[in-house]
Each structure stands twice: as structure tokens, then as C-alpha cells.
């Protein structure tokens, strides 16, 4: 058995006020078992598979659904064949602690395993395993940790089901109102959708965690953008988890005949839309910075060839780090909004539809990430996440981190989603570093 | 009982090589029944109303549907009251003939009432009603016409059904491919459906008439524009029914995360079809003339919000009387629409869905038209349809030409279509004079 400290030995000293030592000779540094995460993995994928399909053809595993069951079977057989007892709670969250001295609060980690309909077989999924690596890795090389160290399996991450993003790690942070556990989707209620996980609605308020529960959180993820794959940097270290503006926006105009209206005297709703979507892009691309702005959605009616369109619903994103950019860049929107409504005779209405402050990452845990990539002499980059996570919302309880891994491409939220298995490898047994380095601290 | 010629004394004599007379004293001017004929508009909005409805709330009478079948009853038993023998072609189309010479080709005239979705009361409705109303005001006078007078229901010309416009005239015209009465729509084989009309789809080519089958064809409608409504004039004479060429465009860019994807590396394809989508209105507004350009119909994939649009289809039509110039705006858009794909980093493959060339109205009809007016008192103004309209079928077969009486606001295709009781009877009542005007000649 090696003590913690041994291990820290590794981490680059000069960066640390502990006292490290060098590895001794005998005892191999602990690592995760690639070959065992990437058949997890691989096993994983089958939970959701289209029909016929292979590993490559993705996953449709939306929160709720058979799918999302059995690989939650799956992941509570593997748990169990590690010797860990795991713990269902009632939001339907999956945790198994490990070790530790009593009375230490935890250093929790995990991520997700359901997916976007068409989705791919690393977002969130790869961060969960690699959790259950980084215990049995622990366990295997009989290191005794200070804190118990914890996985999550957080149970509704994709703002698929019921239209909530990280609904269940919500929760866990406290966010829940009266009326939440009778939303319906797709014509089931939402306590009914949380029992199908063995959680407990009725008692759903026992899943709120105070502030104090957990040392830290850490989590690993893939990146979902081209940054790392572009500059063949195989570590992200996340400084912040962008915050969000989202808007339904409706334009109404006059739909008419699209053969006999000339067009001095139309109101099309289309044409007005479609600048819309032009302004929210040349807003967020005009200015310096790493903002962006989406229209993702929309629909059209009475959407006919032959009928100017009468009115258009769409989506429209902003996200950026700064709040204060975000602000910006939605009354740059609205001014333009009021010119494009003057000019095409429509009105256009835009209502928030979900809001999430950006949250930065705790500068402690960004240092504990550097140490453990760099004792494996892996290259590192400082960048935000664009994407939402379950880290922002646990970020309100405890100090929070997470680690990227490249995405090929940039590409995810599709079968195409990849990261390269020796990249699953590094981000795991950097996870794995960074929890150990953690443990050496009582506060990060 | 007064004869034909003595009609024809108020048209403007000046204009004619033929004899005219004064309107003798005892003979009243033949005259439609406004009254009956609103009755009958308004009863005939009752099949396919909404549930609760008024007039006001417009009607859905799609082609086919139970309200499309009783309202063809309807028509057919107003036709049987008026003492005529209606008969339905293998199409579908009712026929019914009144008086004329032996030997002599009919003048027909005559529109259709299948409406779009949540459509108006007047779109067809009104030049199919006073057809009726035309061989019900010459049985009245007991005018003896030259010609046998005929009027019709076209069975199906709106594009809602089998996505066909001018559906059951284009059959009459020739139109008729092999495989036709095989197409789906809704889950019903267009066979079926026009078995549902009492046609006869497995001898649907007795339905083609062959040209010299009617002397003239002359359909009143509403104009479905603001031309007449803003210029305060009763009676439109159509110069032609314009052109049109319609595409499918596919455009196809990559969906990627709406948060981790920068701005210039985006291949969206919601950005390049608002550009397109702006391209047809530039290129449809800055050159003079009447010609229409229209993006009515978008999808976009996967249409979330957060996720940047990988693929987006949108209609895309032009329309003028003009064939040359309708080349030259798709010329135009396509050339733009290169630049577009290059610099947003997607492709756009254009696919010509529908395409009819414009058709003049005769010359002479025109000017029937405009006697017809004059000897009212009415007030013409020449126009361009925008719309198709099954006139433009016939045009094939023999003389053909159109009236028509203002939109108000120029709406139509929506429950909001209104033409006025006083305009309804003025339209009529040219037809009637149109009809008269045509048979006194053999050719036109």
C-alpha cells in the first residue's frame, strides 16, 4: 500500500506548499484500466443503439426512456462488481462512496449517461465511468484517502426531457418549486418520469444537499467544441462554465396570397425572421471575445409555399462568461429587433425563456488539474465551457472543476461525437490525479 | 322574352362591329338575384366551418373532406331547383347546361369551392355560386342564348390535396400521366378520392375534352390582391394568370453544440437560408414590374435550440407573366445563392418542384369583360392574376378569360377573406353581361 502523499510526488513540487516524495521503485503509479473503460464504454453504447446499428451510429438515450434504464442497470451491476454499495437518491441520482476517514466530507465526481435524441457515445457518458475508474484505481492500488472519494451518475442532465437542463443536479442544489414533480412531457408527469429511476418524488425534498456536503466536485467531460482537437491539446482546464440568455422570440406579420401580394405591401414574417438570424449573428461575431449567438428553431405559418408567412417562432441564444457581455449583446439584438419590425411591418416579441449566469471554476481545483496533466506530462489548455453542466449547479455547494477532453472535429450531440480512446485514457487518469491531489487539501 | 342582341345594346356600342339596340321598356335589364346568392354563400360556409363558428371564422373545405362532400351535395341540389340536370365527369367535376342551338359549342364558365386549411368564403366559392346564378337570371328573362350556357364546379384545384393545384381542370386539359390516380396523400390513393366524388377513376381519360369542346371559358373570382380594394375599383379584367417557378431547396451546413462551436467556425444552415430567404426579396423588389418572390415554407434540422441548424429545406417561388423574366430571377438567386454556400461553408442544391408558364387571358374576352362593365356603369381595371386558377387549365381548350372583384385589404386564404355583398353582386352581374356579350359571337 502506498500512502496519499507518495502519490502527489509526481505533481510538479514547486507549484505545491505540501511536502512531496518521489514514487518508490515498487509501487506502480496508479492508473485506470483503459481497456476496461473503453469496454464499459463500448457495452454502454448498446443501451440506446439505433436498430442495427454499430458503436459508430451513436445513441438515443433521453432521460427516462427504456434505454436510459437498462444502462442504468448496467452501471449499478458494474458499481456492485467493484465492491461498493451504490445509493439511489430521490431525484434519482446514482452515488457510491469509497474510503475515507469519518467525519471528511467527500470529493464527489461523475457526470451523466443520458443522451440528446441522435447523440453520441461520449458526452457525459465518459466522465461517469471514468468516475468508477478512478475508485477501482484507488482501490486496486490500496491507496487510503483522507476524504471518501464518491461518484455520481447525475440522472437527467440533456434539456431533452421536460425541456430542463441538468434537472437532477438542480435538485441536489436546491432548486425546486412547488408544481416541478407535476410537469408533464411527452404525457408523462415528471414524478412519474423520476419513479420509473427508483427515486422518490414524494420525498423528493430529501435530495437537496447543503453547502459543506462534499469537499469538491470534479468533472470530467468531453469538449464538445474543435479548441483542443485544433491545438492537439489532449487537457482542458475549464475556467468557467459560459452563462446564457435564451429567448423565444415571436414576429407577426400578415400572412397572405404569395402570388398576388406585391411585395411593397407584404409583412412577411419569414423575411423579418430571417434578419433576425442575420443580427444575431453579426452581433455576437463583431465584437472581440469567444461570444456566440444561435438561432436553433423555428417555425413558420402557415407554412405553405404559396402563403407569405404570417408569423414566425424562434429561438435565439446568446452565451458568453461575462453576464454583463450577454446583457450587451441582447439590447444590441433588441435595438436591431425594433429597425427589423419598423422595416418588414411586423411585431416582434421576445420572451427569456431560460437564463443561467456563467459560473466560474474554482482556481484551486484549475491548479489540482494542472499538477495531476502535468505529472503525466500532458499538455494543458485554460478554456471556458460553452456547454452547460451538472458542475454549475453543484459549483453553489462546494468548490468545482472540470476537465476537458478533445472532441475530434468539434463535433458533438451526434453520432459523429468522438474522442480517441487514448484521450478517454489521459482525461481519466487525470481525473483520477486531480481527486488524489485533492484529498491532500482539507480546503481547495 | 327579349332577345340576345337586345342585351347587348348597353354594352359600349362604339366598341363593336356588331348591331345594337336600346333596351326595350318592357323588359327589365337580366339580373342575377344578390340576395339569393348570398343566401347561398352563407349557407354553403356552413360546410366546413369550425364547430361554434360564424361566417366570420372562415371555412376549411379541403378537397375530398366530409365538408367538401356536402357541400358538393349542397350544390348539387341548388342546381336540381333550378330545374337542371347536373352531371359529374369522371374527375369529379359538375356540369350542368342550360338552353342554347343544337350543334353549337357552350360557353362555360364557373370556378370551384375546395378551399385551403382555415381559408375564406369567397376564394372560388363566389364564381361558383354565381355561375348558378347567371343560368338562373337567363331562365328568368327568358333569353333564348345562341350558345347552350354551362356552368361548372371544379372538383379539386386548390394544392392542399396531393400537394396539385388546378387539379381536376388540368384532367379536363389533358393532363393525365400514367401512375396519377396511384399517388398518396393523407393515406388515401387519389383514386379513392375521386370515388369519393361519385368520379370514375378507372375511366378518368373520358373526363379529357378535347379543344372546340366549348366556345369560351370566363371565371369570376376574388382578387386575392389589394389592387382593386386600394384603388376603389369594382371589376377587374385579368390580362393573364402569371407564371411560376417553384424550387425545394436543401441546404445542408453541420449541426455542431450552439455553446462550444465559435462563430467562425460555423457551417449554419439556418444563416445561409436567412440570407437566401433575403436574397428573393432583393432580387423580387429592386427590379421593376409585378414579379413576386416568396419563401413560404422552412424546416431545419434538428431544430433545437440549442444546437446550430445542420439542414434546412425552404420553398422558394417567382411568379410573373413574364417566362423570361421569372429566368432571369432564378438566374439571380442562384448566382447569389453560390456566394452564400461559399462563404457560409454549406451547400444549397435547388430542385424545380412546380413550374407553369403564364398564360394570357383572350383578348377578346377582355373586352366583353369590359362592355359588360361599361353597360353597368362599372368602373375596370386591367390586372395581372398572381394566383393559378383553373382558368388557366382551360385556356388550353379554348378562349378563356377572367373577372375580378376586389379583397378587402387584399386578404385571402384566410378566414379573414372578405369581398362585399355589393361587390359580390357586381361581379356576378358582369359575369352574366360577359356571358350575354360572348354569344353573340361566334368567334372571339
Known amino acids: 500500500m502506498i500512502s496519499r502523499r507518495s502519490f502527489l ?18 509501487s506502480p503509479r496508479p492508473a485506470i ?107 486496486a492500488a490500496k491507496i487510503q484517502t ?42 408523462m408527469k415528471r414524478s412519474d418520469a423520476i419513479k420509473r429511476l427508483a427515486g422518490n418524488p414524494d420525498q423528493i425534498e430529501t435530495a437537496i444537499r447543503g453547502k459543506g456536503t462534499w469537499h469538491s466536485y470534479v468533472e470530467l467531460h468531453i469538449e464538445q467544441g474543435g479548441t483542443l482537437d485544433q491545438a492537439r491539446v489532449p487537457i482542458g482546464i475549464v475556467e468557467g462554465i459560459v452563462g446564457l440568455h435564451r429567448y423565444e422570440v415571436v414576429i407577426e406579420g400578415v400572412a397572405n396570397h404569395a402570388g398576388t401580394t406585391p411585395m411593397g405591401e407584404r409583412k412577411d414574417a419569414m423575411v423579418a425572421a430571417a434578419q433576425l438570424t442575420l443580427a444575431v449573428r453579426d452581433i455576437a461575431a463583431r465584437r472581440q471575445g469567444r461570444q456566440v449567438g444561435t438561432v436553433g428553431q423555428i417555425a413558420i405559418e402557415p407554412n405553405s409555399p404559396n402563403v407569405i408567412p404570417g408569423k414566425a417562432t424562434l429561438s435565439v441564444e446568446f452565451r458568453d462568461l461575462s453576464e454583463p457581455v450577454i446583457r450587451a449583446l441582447d439590447d444590441a439584438l433588441k435595438t436591431r429587433a425594433s429597425e427589423i419590425a419598423k422595416e418588414t411591418g411586423t411585431t416582434i416579441a421576445f420572451t427569456l425563456s431560460s437564463a443561467n449566469v ?87
Open 9 to 26: 510526488s509526481l505533481a510538479s513540487a514547486s507549484a505545491l506548499a505540501i511536502p512531496t516524495r518521489a514514487w518508490s521503485r515498487q
Open 33 to 139: 484500466n483503459a481497456a476496461r473503460l473503453r469496454n464499459r464504454l463500448e457495452r454502454l453504447s448498446t443501451h440506446g443503439r439505433p436498430a442495427g446499428g454499430t458503436f459508430a451510429d451513436g445513441v438515443s438515450r433521453v432521460a427516462y426512456s427504456v434505454a436510459d434504464l437498462t444502462a442504468r442497470a448496467f452501471m449499478i451491476d458494474e458499481i456492485k462488481s467493484a465492491d461498493i454499495v451504490p445509493r439511489i437518491d430521490a431525484a434519482g441520482n446514482i452515488f457510491a462512496r469509497y474510503g475515507g476517514q469519518p467525519n471528511q466530507p467527500a470529493i464527489l465526481f461523475g457526470s451523466h449517461i443520458d443522451s440528446v435524441p441522435n447523440g453520441g457515445n461520449f458526452d457525459g457518458d465518459l466522465g461517469t465511468f471514468s468516475a468508477l475508474e478512478v475508485i477501482q484505481a484507488v482501490q
Open 146 to 187: 483522507k476524504h471518501p472519494i464518491e461518484m455520481v451518475l447525475w440522472a437527467h442532465e440533456e434539456s431533452t426531457a421536460f425541456g430542463i437542463m441538468t434537472a437532477a443536479s438542480r435538485i441536489v442544489a436546491g432548486d425546486l418549486q412547488a408544481g416541478d414533480m407535476d410537469r408533464t412531457w411527452n404525457g
Open 358 to 444: 456563467g459560473v466560474p471554476t474554482t482556481s484551486g481545483i484549475q491548479a489540482a488539474i494542472g499538477r495531476a496533466a502535468s505529472a503525466l506530462s500532458l499538455q494543458t489548455r485554460v478554456l471556458p465551457s460553452g456547454a452547460g453542466h451538472d458542475a454549475q449547479q453543484i459549483a453553489r455547494l462546494c468548490p468545482m472543476g472540470m476537465i476537458f477532453v478533445p472532441s475530434v472535429g468539434g463535433v458533438s450531440h451526434s453520432p459523429k461525437e468522438l474522442t480517441t480512446w487514448d484521450d478517454c485514457e489521459r482525461g481519466a487518469n487525470v481525473l483520477l490525479g486531480t481527486v488524489l491531489d485533492l484529498d491532500a487539501r482539507d480546503s481547495v
